[in-house]
């Protein structure tokens, strides 16, 4: 009697995490071989727009393990209609393996999901529960309890295997194939394909959009929570634009762009400013919240080809800087003052700034450096060198 591991997923595109991910649960479980099996229609998730089509997700798979002896793609998913419905993969399974040991590979959401699946305790009978994920260190109190639900209910046979390899989601690779720097997150010959035949969406597919264009581009590459800011913040820059004689298009865009990197985790972030140059000084290395005003202006500059004026905006929309453009100082408060911000200085400086954009401008950023010395946190020099000079300015 050998172990099989049954690794399901969309694979959209399959990645370095997969086949890490697989390598170690080879491992640390004894497998004697790994069954990737990429999933026709996903039941649990939509596929994003623009995602290739079940057979070239397949084709991508199989090009991610072919160097690896012990792993093996089915196509048994896509050839079966309807949802792709583990229960069903795992009767299948057992009727071509009988005398072997089943045993499900899922990630930290999966598992921490698994009890609300289709027919659950029918999988949990059907194959042992391998947990592969970080998540047994980051959250162990959720992965135990979740782990002793599964036991308790579905008397499942459960292991919380630690990964200590590359941690890393689809979404997150898509990201960063847009922003033309994926090339360490797939294996060589997947990424040759999706470049060969124009899959996902490329930085070539990006540059000088029209205004709705760019809208729909930026907004699929954000965390679905910024939406309503980014939205907010574009509305409320064009406004301000108007109000104080700045080109409303450039505003617009610069907003759409302000954000667009934000998703990004702070390895990708670095990995971006590397590849273009962008992140030099030390404190915003050391400031990870800040990173994505300087990824996000490269990004603006090098994939969408935006002017100057838009990319110095998304540039300095964090700390400021000393002599502002007209722009710069616009995003920066559209930032603080759209319509989603609800803090409690938020009424006064949107009332500021209406009236006097300088003004308002030298007072959020006083509110920004009081709000961050009451927490303890180290301000931007940056920030402090555009307060200290829009004050000199001013007077």
């Not at 998304?314 to 609800?342: C, F, N, Q």
Request: proline content about 6%; glycine content about 8%; hydrophobic content about 45%.
């Amino acid at each position: 009697m050998g172990r099989i591991g049954v690794f399901g997923g969309s694979f959209n595109p399959p990645h370095a995490g997969h086949v890490q991910a697989a390598a170690a649960a080879r491992q640390a479980l004894g497998l004697e071989r790994v069954l990737l099996i990429p999933a026709a229609v996903p039941p649990h998730k939509a596929l994003p727009a623009g995602s290739p089509d079940a057979a070239t997700r397949l084709a991508l798979t199989r090009l991610a393990v072919q160097a690896l002896p012990w792993a093996e793609v089915s196509d048994m998913e896509l050839r079966r209609s309807g949802p792709s419905y583990t229960v069903d993969t795992l009767r299948a399974l057992r009727g071509q393996y009988p005398a072997d040991e089943l045993v499900l590979l899922v990630g930290t959401d999966m598992f921490l999901s698994l009890h609300e699946w289709f027919q659950a305790e029918e999988i949990c009978r059907l194959a042992h529960i391998a947990c592969v994920s970080r998540s047994a260190r980051t959250e162990p109190a959720a992965m135990a309890e979740q782990k002793r639900r599964l036991e308790r209910q579905l008397h499942a046979r459960v292991t919380l295997l630690d990964n200590p390899v590359l941690e890393l989601s689809s979404t997150q690779v898509r990201r960063m194939l847009a922003f033309g720097c994926a090339g360490a997150l797939l294996p060589a010959p997947v990424l040759e394909e999706i470049l060969r035949r124009g899959l996902y969406t490329q930085p070539a597919q990006l540059r000088g959009l029209a205004l709705s264009a760019l809208e729909a581009a930026c907004l699929a590459l954000l965390d679905p929570r910024r939406v309503q800011h980014v939205l907010g913040c574009r509305d409320t820059a064009v406004a301000l634009a108007g109000r104080f004689g700045c080109d409303e298009t450039d505003a617009a865009r610069a907003a759409l762009l302000h954000d667009v990197t934000k998703a990004l985790p702070t390895a990708h972030q670095l990995q971006l400013g590397r590849q273009y140059g962008m992140i030099k000084a030390d404190f915003t290395q050391m400031q990870p919240q800040l990173l994505h005003a300087a990824t996000g202006a490269a990004v603006a500059q090098h994939v969408f080809g935006e002017n100057a004026a838009v990319c110095g905006a998304v540039r300095w929309h964090t700390t400021g800087r000393p002599d502002m453009t007209r722009l710069e100082k616009i995003l920066y408060l559209a930032d603080m003052i759209e319509p989603g911000r609800s803090y409690p200085e938020v009424e006064g400086l949107r009332r500021a700034v209406w009236d006097d954009l300088d003004r308002g401008l030298l007072q959020a950023l006083g509110d920004s450096i009081a709000w961050l010395r009451e927490k303890g946190a180290a301000v931007s020099p940056e920030t402090l060198q555009a307060h200290a000079w829009l004050t000199e300015a001013l007077t």
